[in-house]
């Protein structure tokens, strides 16, 4: 088999999808069918494929973004971490997320006066608020939703509104996403959280992307009081996969996620008081790099995956 291009291929009479992790290391599987392929309206080009035993998948730009099945675990370990750590988070900033997962689990706290979802294309919205819906399960319906159709840096930077948790759900940093993993961005996310604001934002793998992991964690860190890393394994990353948090006042190691997540009825699938001390556990030897002097991502120098 000669391989040329990312995406579909075909060997030995079946159809493949190719997909490369990093330089050099590639995933290939089984294609069933594809259900959509089409380009947005932002010129990203969407694949909605049902792949062999991973099921039905999102692709943007030939990279996967979400098996249908096991999102969950990616989202609820994005939101709820830093959803109970604020005692009373009310106003919520959403970038990104135009699948929904995030918001829809945003919404399952009872203290959610509103959510700002800041998405730069609305095709993606589309085709989980209409056609593809077991991820968003209504949450856009929600009246408690601002929709609002933007770049994230570019509201983040002009908005006067004031956040107790920004979450970001961004692709990763690649193009003009990179603008959205900087010492710089976070500073100005920093800006419009209230005094006892917290933010979270997925941070890349940790073994196929340590560099950028500690590069973006470092931007983070550089901004707040208090910084964590998060990680769990999601499997069709095929990475551990990570979080960086960076919070004013509230630390997530001391949260009472037990009686937060019984006193607001929150009901989850994978993430547990259990999972939450698990996840901020790291191995000794990146635990160490994580310690050491790291040159932040930066708008000048910014962290970048291939």
């Given amino acids: 088999m000669s391989i040329v291009n990312e995406g579909f291929v075909e060997f030995l009479g079946k159809k493949y999808y190719l997909e490369m ?61 830093v959803m109970l750590t604020h005692p009373n988070p009310r106003n919520i900033l959403i970038i990104g997320g135009g699948d929904g ?76 996403a990179k603008r959205l993993y900087t010492k710089e961005f976070y500073s100005e996310v920093s800006r419009i959280l209230r005094d006892d604001g917290i933010m979270v934002t997925h941070s890349e793998g940790i073994y196929y992307t340590p560099d950028a992991v500690l590069r973006i964690f470092s931007a983070v860190k550089a901004n707040f009081r208090i910084a964590r890393l998060a990680r769990t394994y999601v499997p069709s990353f095929r990475d551990e996969w990570t979080f960086s948090i960076g919070s004013k006042l509230y630390d997530p190691l001391e949260a009472d996620v037990e009686n937060e997540m019984k006193k607001r009825g929150i009901k989850t699938r994978f993430y547990s008081p259990e999972i939450h001390k698990a996840i901020f556990s790291l191995g000794k ?22």
């Fill in 21 to 81: 992790l990093r330089p050099g290391v590639l995933s290939l599987v089984e294609v069933r069918e594809v259900i959509e392929s089409f380009r947005t309206r932002a010129g990203q080009l969407v694949e909605v494929v049902d792949l062999e035993f991973l099921g039905r998948s999102l692709f943007m730009e030939k990279l996967l973004m979400i098996v249908f099945r096991e999102e969950h675990i990616y989202h609820e370990v994005l939101v709820h971490p």
């Fill in 285 to 306: 030897d990146f635990k160490e790099k994580l310690l050491s002097e790291i040159n932040p991502s930066t708008d000048e120098n910014p962290a970048e995956v291939i």
């Fill in 101 to 176: 997962g995030a918001l829809r689990e945003v919404l399952k706290h009872p203290s959610v006066e509103r959510v700002d979802l800041v998405e730069l294309d609305p095709d993606i919205v589309d085709l989980f608020r209409y056609r593809i819906k077991e991820v968003s399960q209504g949450s856009f319906e929600s009246d408690k939703l601002r929709m609002i159709f933007m770049d994230g840096r570019k509201y983040v930077q002009e908005t006067n509104e004031k956040y107790d948790a920004v979450i970001v759900d961004v692709n990763d940093p690649r193009g003009q």
